[in-house]
C-alpha cells in the first residue's frame, strides 16, 4: 500500500530522526513536489519555513531553495 504525503508530512518525517533533511531526504521531498507540477501557497510558506530555519544539510538546502524559486517565479507569471 503506498500513500500520499502532503509536503508538510514528507518534511515531518524527514525532521523526526536528527532535525535535519539530508540529500537523499530532499530528493524525495523534491520529487513529491514536483509530481503535481507545481507548489500551492500553503506548500511554498512551509518550505520557506523550513529553509528560514536552516533544516537542511548544504546539499539539500541548495536544491530546495532552487525548487522554491522556480515555483515562486511560475506563480508570478
Known amino acids: 500500500m503506498t500513500t500520499k504525503l502532503t509536503l508538510p508530512q514528507a518534511l515531518k518525517q524527514a525532521l523526526q530522526d536528527d532535525n535535519k533533511i539530508s ?3 530532499a530528493q524525495v ?3 513529491l513536489a514536483t509530481t503535481s507540477g507545481h507548489l500551492n501557497l500553503k506548500d511554498r510558506e512551509t ?4 529553509l528560514d530555519n536552516d533544516q537542511f544539510d548544504e546539499p539539500a538546502y541548495k536544491m530546495l531553495h532552487e525548487l522554491l524559486m522556480r515555483s515562486e517565479l511560475q506563480h508570478k507569471k
Open 29 to 31: 521531498i523534491y520529487q
Open 23 to 25: 540529500k537523499y531526504e
Open 47 to 50: 518550505l520557506k519555513n523550513a
